[in-house]
């Protein structure tokens, strides 16, 4: 089974921090993604990466940064969170190529004060 | 800029009826995922569907695609209590040449199964 991790559950943080959160997954998947989801909202790509040391931005980077060091980790950063960035996380991967199912993580769930 | 829609949002219905959740979408595309998030959980994947045409079924759940018309049915048949959760579609806008190749979401249908 594909099992893709989240660093924390619940994170809570104060404006201006500086935030890493961590998505580790055990498949060996080439391609991984972050998404934030809000109420009445859905899902929305932030960023996503194909490989290694590799990034692109998705709808809505403004305020992230991501960092990719090994296949397996991807790293969602908030360089100075707000309180707009409040919101659940999801990291999720899926294997090579476009168009393969993404298996997503449990969510982090973040509050920024 | 792909646009994915559901509808309903919200549905409440009752055990033993049947239902279906819509999902249109604005660009060509021939891959179409469903999946289900219950409440405090990741969301787990249900459904691919790959082509024009494609139905899938899993249980009381069928799920189908009509490119042609941009359109995808998740279809629930004598619901039960245990598939109360939030019920996402999601694209890819592959084949139109978007810029991202992440997933385009719908916002979800909340769907509550009484007793």
């Known amino acids: 089974d594909v099992k893709v991790t989240q660093s924390s559950r619940y994170l809570v943080k104060r404006t201006g921090e500086k935030v890493f959160l961590e998505c580790v997954q055990d498949?060996?998947?080439?391609?991984m993604f972050w998404y934030r989801q809000d109420p009445g909202l859905g899902l929305r790509l932030i960023y996503f990466?194909?490989?290694?040391?590799?990034?692109e931005k998705g709808d809505i980077p403004e305020g992230y940064s991501v960092s990719r060091e090994k296949k397996e980790r991807f790293s969602l950063i908030l360089e100075s969170a707000s309180t707009n960035q409040t919101s659940m996380y999801l990291c999720a991967s899926s294997s090579a190529g476009t168009r393969q199912t993404q298996y997503f993580g449990p969510g982090t769930r973040l509050l920024v004060l | 800029e792909l646009k994915v829609e559901q509808n309903p949002l919200f549905l409440s219905m009752q055990e033993e009826k049947n239902y279906t959740i819509y999902c249109n979408y604005s660009?060509?595309?021939?891959?179409l995922y469903w999946y289900r998030q219950d409440p405090g959980k990741s969301l787990e994947s249900l459904f691919v569907?790959?082509?024009?045409?494609a139905v899938k079924q899993e249980g009381r759940l069928m799920a189908s695609l009509d490119t042609k018309a941009r359109l995808s049915t998740l279809h629930i048949t004598a619901a039960v209590h245990d598939l109360s959760a939030t019920y996402f579609c999601?694209?890819?806008?592959?084949?139109?040449?978007?810029?991202?190749?992440?997933?385009?979401f719908g916002k979800g249908t909340h769907l509550i199964i009484q007793p």
């Open positions: 498949m060996d998947h080439e391609n």
């Open positions: 660009t060509t595309s021939d891959r």
């Open positions: 999601a694209v890819d806008d592959f084949a139109s040449g978007g810029g991202a190749d992440g997933l385009t």
């Open positions: 569907l790959l082509s024009n045409g």
């Open positions: 990466s194909y490989d290694v040391k590799m990034k």
